[in-house]
């Protein structure tokens, strides 16, 4: 399988419950990447892993927790959800590298709804 | 990171006619990408140009970028029905990238 898969694609869950998304990349990439994209509006930078490690962290709040393993796997575990946190979330992965903007490679998103 | 911003917003043409998307964005980048998002095939990266470059050919795009104007103009030749979607540009300066609302295109058949 090649691209970047993302599992599950649709979700729904109440505010109380504890969930999980993933995300694989089979495209040898370094660094991966976590957006929300709610309705009508631009697309929002969460979470960013460049080597495994965490770079970036947008002022996400703590109810999303991201989770890296190795550079081919990306999760966000989610609990505690508020019914504005529903969106689709994206999934992205590119080659790593702090000094240069490599283009990026989106998976299909997980369409969550949080009731 | 850089925000492209985008213009027109929306933009609607019969198919076969050329469309053209610009965008101008504010600081110093290393290159900048063009993106498409529709419903059928997500969010794909379309093409990247890159700061030392003033034009690229991809198919049937072609992107344009003024460096001294700090804008970028994205022509799509010909188009057809499935080029309808959301396109975006995007400044990049390091390994972020932080999106705009984007031109919806639409083609009509």
């Known amino acids: 399988e090649t691209g970047v898969t993302q599992t599950p694609r649709h979700l729904v869950m109440g505010m109380t419950n504890k969930k999980s998304l993933k995300c694989e990349q089979h495209l040898g990439h370094n660094a991966m990447y976590w957006y929300k994209q709610s309705a009508k509006k631009p697309l929002e930078l969460m979470f960013v892993?460049?080597?495994?490690?965490?770079?970036e962290n947008n002022s996400v709040p703590s109810r999303f927790s991201p989770e890296c393993p190795n550079s081919s796997h990306l999760f966000l575990h989610l609990h505690t959800l508020q019914p504005e946190d529903s969106a689709l979330y994206l999934c992205?992965?590119?080659?790593?590298?702090?000094?240069?903007?490599?283009?990026?490679?989106f998976g299909p998103g997980t369409r969550l709804t949080v009731t | 990171s850089q925000q492209g911003e985008e213009d027109p917003q929306a933009l609607s043409i019969q198919e076969g006619e050329n469309a053209t998307m610009n965008c101008s964005y504010k600081t110093s980048i290393n290159n900048l990408q063009w993106y498409r998002q529709n419903s059928g095939r997500g969010l794909v990266h379309l093409i990247l140009i890159r700061s030392n470059e003033r034009e690229k050919h991809s198919g049937r795009l072609r992107v344009t970028l003024d460096t001294s104007k700090k804008s970028s103009s994205l022509l799509i030749t010909a188009s057809r029905a499935a080029d309808t979607a959301s396109y975006f540009c995007v400044g990049g300066s390091n390994y972020k990238l932080t999106f705009g609302k984007g031109t919806l295109l639409t083609v009509n058949p």
């Open positions: 992205a992965s590119s080659r790593g590298d702090r000094g240069q903007t490599y283009e990026q490679y």
């Open positions: 892993y460049n080597f495994k490690e965490q770079t």
